[in-house]
C-alpha cells in the first residue's frame, strides 16, 4: 500500500521520527507504519546544533538514502523551505524523490529558518510559497510522492493569517496540510472544522512544544490523518547518552549499566548481521 492510499483511510497514521538508518530499522522493527525524517534531529544528532537551518539539502539526501537502502517503509522527509526559491524546490524534490522519499514537508520560512517551535521565526509571502508548492507539484516525477504544505504563520502573523494561507496552499495543490503549532485545542479544532474534509490534516507532537500533547486516538477523533514524533527519539537518546557516559566515567566501566543496553551480540542481532554475513557467502569465490 502507497503512503498516498494509507493516508486515504480513516485511521490516522503516526509516523516516529528517525535520524539514520540505525533509528529508522528499530522504528520499522518496531511496528511503524512510516517514519519521518527529521530535518531538527539530523540538527542534533549529527552536529549537536540547534535546529536553526544549519542542515544542506545535501545532507538530507544522503539521509534519505541511508533509510531506504535499509527499510522499506514510506519515509515522510522535513525538506525544510525547500533550501532556496522554486528553483531550488523543484531540486529538492527531484533529487529527494530519486533517494527514496515518499512525501516532502515544505514551510514558509524564510532563510536560514528555524525549528516550529522555537521563537523568532520570520516567512516569505503567502503568494511565493504558493508557487513553491507548484513548483513542487510539477516537479516530482509519480503522482504518489506527496507534498506536504506547512505554514508557521501562526507565531508570526496570528492565527486567522495562519488559516489564510492554508487556503492559499490548498488552492495551489497540496496533498496534506500542516498548520504548525496551534496553541489550544480550540485551534486545532478550528483547523479540522475547515480543511479535514478537503485534504488529509498532519498534525506535531513536540513535548515541551507549543502545541498541547494529544495521543494519536484522541488526535483521530479530532480529525487528523497523520501525526509526527519528530524529536521524541533525540530526546530520549540524549538523556540515555547522559546518564551512560556519567556512569562510565565515574564507574571506570559499563558494569553498573549493563541492563540499559545491548551487548555485542545483542546489537548484532538487532541489525542482522548473522543474516548479511550469510548473505554475503553465497557470492564467495569458493562457493562458485
Do not use: W
Not at 516532502?104 to 516550529?116: A, F, S, V
Not at 487556503?167 to 485545542?185: K, Q
Amino acid at each position: 500500500m502507497s503512503l498516498k492510499q494509507r493516508l486515504a483511510e480513516k485511521r490516522i497514521l503516526l509516523a516516529p521520527g528517525v535520524y539514520d538508518g540505525l533509528s529508522g530499522l528499530i522504528a520499522e522493527q518496531s511496528g511503524a507504519e512510516a517514519v519521518y525524517l527529521s530535518g531538527a534531529s539530523i540538527a542534533y544528532t549529527r552536529f549537536g546544533s540547534p535546529d536553526i537551518g544549519l542542515v544542506s539539502m545535501s545532507e538530507v539526501a544522503d539521509t534519505i538514502a541511508v533509510l531506504r537502502d535499509r527499510i522499506g517503509l514510506p519515509i515522510v522527509v522535513d525538506a525544510d523551505n525547500g533550501f532556496g526559491n522554486a528553483l531550488n524546490v523543484q531540486r529538492t524534490v527531484r533529487v529527494f524523490e530519486r533517494m527514496g522519499a515518499n512525501a516532502l514537508q515544505l514551510e514558509d520560512q524564510t532563510l536560514p529558518k528555524r525549528c516550529g517551535h522555537l521563537e523568532g521565526k520570520s516567512l516569505v509571502s503567502r503568494a511565493e510559497m504558493a508557487g513553491k508548492i507548484r513548483a513542487a507539484c510539477d516537479a516530482r516525477t509519480s503522482d504518489e510522492t506527496l507534498i506536504i504544505g506547512r505554514t508557521d504563520a501562526i507565531a508570526v502573523e496570528g492565527f486567522e493569517a495562519a488559516l489564510e494561507r492554508a487556503e492559499a496552499y490548498i488552492e495551489a495543490g497540496v496533498d496534506v496540510l500542516f498548520v504548525e503549532a496551534p496553541h489550544s485545542l480550540e485551534q486545532m479544532r478550528e483547523i479540522v472544522a475547515r480543511f479535514a474534509h478537503r485534504v488529509p490534516l498532519m498534525a506535531n507532537m513536540v513535548e515541551g512544544g507549543k502545541t498541547p500533547i494529544v495521543d494519536t486516538a484522541g488526535l483521530e477523533e479530532l480529525g487528523f490523518s497523520l501525526v509526527i514524533f519528530p524529536g521524541g527519539i533525540v530526546r530520549a537518546t540524549a538523556a540515555t547518552a547522559r546518564d551512560y557516559y556519567a556512569n562510565l566515567i565515574a564507574n571506570g566501566s559499563n558494569e553498573a549499566f549493563r541492563s540499559r543496553m545491548f551487548d555485542f551480540a545483542g546489537l548484532n542481532d538487532l541489525i542482522g548481521t548473522p543474516g548479511i554475513l550469510e548473505e554475503g557467502r553465497k557470492y564467495d569465490e569458493e562457493a562458485n
